[in-house]
């Protein structure tokens, strides 16, 4: 029972990176852009956090820098598609490339830097409790934080008006500029959360679920999180479960490996991806259930008339 305990801790830990991530991508989307860089973005926060935490010793600046990282990067690509007019697809693409590049480049020197101790938690001693404590209960914060924003982005998005204003911009933002809501704008500040969102999975990453800096650590879990939106048809309470679903899969390896079960290594290290393509050919057979649930202006680009 412990080890199907530990199983299931794992699995909430490595959901909550696949979570933060979709989630802000899911705002960016339901805005109408579809931001590709999710990965290089989550790469430049990873390394921004772990060398603010190894210079500073203090794992709330960390997570800052990690923050500001994915949120500047955002705020770039939404200027060259929201006012400039890019192609999201190219330009996601190019700033994934550019992540890439730049976090290979900065984190040089910090593949051997170890960082600071981490306090370890057990909220209010239930942590001690035998095998559902460990599972439960010795979380980080932000796993507890990705299920509370997963509430208040349904509460936001279907129950205030400022949530009713973003759908109605990613669904049809000629009739929001007609009534005078700043589209731009406001597909600007979905786009620079979303940045923010990966900023703090990157972070997480490299100083909380693993941790250290690797070139390259991020090892696809951005595309897994960009698939996550899709297979949840841009439904947040979807996005999480499916987030501990893929978390579970990815921790399975693991699992199946101490168990000395005869599959190569190969095969299981390439599971998580082959669930998502699997997912996602599922789906793409149903174009109609897909149109039905995606925001109509997703992707297009938007050119107010003077």
């Keep these: 029972m412990e080890t199907y305990a530990l199983l299931f801790g794992s699995m909430l830990s490595a959901g909550t990176v696949l979570a ?17 860089g999710v990965e290089g973005m989550m790469l430049c926060a990873a390394i921004a956090g ?34 400039l007019g890019s192609n999201q697809y ?20 910090y593949v051997q830097e170890s960082l600071p101790a981490r306090m370890r938690f057990t909220w209010f001693g239930l942590g001690d409790i035998p095998i559902v404590g460990p599972a439960l209960f010795r979380q980080h914060p932000l796993a507890y934080g990705a299920m ?22 990613g669904e049809s933002p000629e009739s929001a500029n007609a009534l005078g809501y700043p589209v731009r704008r ?18 997480y990453l490299s100083l909380v679920y693993t941790p250290l800096w690797a070139e390259g650590m991020v090892a696809g879990r951005g595309w897994i ?10 439904r947040p309470l979807r996005v999480l479960l499916g987030a501990y679903l893929f978390g579970g899969v990815m921790m399975l390896q693991f699992f199946l490996q101490s168990e000395s079960i ?3 290594s ?40 003077s």
């Excluded at 406001?186 to 972070?203: D, T």
């Design 262 to 264: 005869p599959i190569p």
């Design 225 to 234: 999180a960009l698939a996550l939106v899709v297979f949840a048809t841009w």
């Design 186 to 203: 406001i597909r600007l500040a979905a786009v620079v959360f979303g940045g923010a969102m990966s900023g703090i999975a990157g972070a």
């Design 50 to 83: 772990f060398a603010t935490t190894v210079s500073t010793g203090s794992y709330i600046a960390g997570f800052v820098a990690g923050v500001l990282a994915g949120a500047i990067l955002a705020a770039v690509f939404g200027w060259l598609v929201i006012w």
């Design 148 to 169: 509370l924003l997963t509430a208040l982005m349904i509460w936001w998005l279907y129950r205030t008006r400022a949530g009713l204003v973003l759908r109605s911009v």
């Design 266 to 305: 190969e095969f299981l290290a390439m599971t998580p991806y082959l669930a998502t393509i699997i997912v996602l050919a599922l789906i793409s057979r149903n174009a109609t259930w897909i149109r039905i649930n995606m925001p109509a202006s997703l992707g297009k680009a938007f050119n107010p008339v």
């Design 90 to 109: 190219a330009t996601g693409l190019a700033l994934m490339l550019f992540g890439t590049g730049l976090s290979a480049f900065v984190g040089a020197g």
């Design 20 to 36: 933060l991530a979709a989630l802000g991508e899911l705002i960016s989307e339901k805005a109408g852009v579809l931001n590709l």
